[in-house]
């Protein structure tokens, strides 16, 4: 597999916890994190850590992140990608998603 996911921090943590457990291989972290971005970290720094770092961010900030997205590429920088979960869907079907999204990506 070749994404690797970065759980913003208001992300409910089962996302992280069932997504290891079910999918051991990929690779998962969560801002807070040894190695990631601490808690409160903005946003926009958050995006330069996911461009540095290679890792889509996912989160359920559904209201500035697409904002400070647009900064960040008018800044001629880029992020793998933006996963916003999707609020119709329970945990489980989500963590699937985000699952089966990974097994069918790959290394460029």
């Known amino acids: 597999?070749?994404?690797?996911?970065?759980?913003?921090?208001n992300v409910d943590p089962a996302y992280s916890s069932q997504i290891?457990?079910?999918?051991?291989n990929l690779v998962i972290c969560a801002v807070g994190e040894i190695g990631t971005p601490s808690l409160s970290t903005l946003d926009p720094e958050i995006l330069l850590w996911c461009e540095e770092y290679n890792f889509v961010l996912v989160t359920n900030n559904r209201?500035?992140?697409?904002?400070h997205l647009t900064d960040h590429i008018a800044q001629s920088?880029?992020?793998?990608?933006?996963?916003?979960?999707?609020s119709n869907l329970s945990i489980g079907q989500n963590i699937e998603e985000l699952i089966?999204?990974?097994?069918?990506?790959?290394d460029q």
Not at 20 to 24: E, F
Not at 77 to 86: C, K, S, T
């Open 20 to 24: 290891r457990r079910k999918c051991p």
């Open 77 to 86: 920088h880029h992020v793998p990608g933006i996963f916003i979960l999707n």
């Open 100 to 106: 089966i999204i990974a097994q069918c990506s790959y």
């Open 63 to 67: 209201k500035s992140m697409p904002v």
């Open 1 to 9: 597999m070749a994404l690797k996911y970065l759980m913003d921090e």
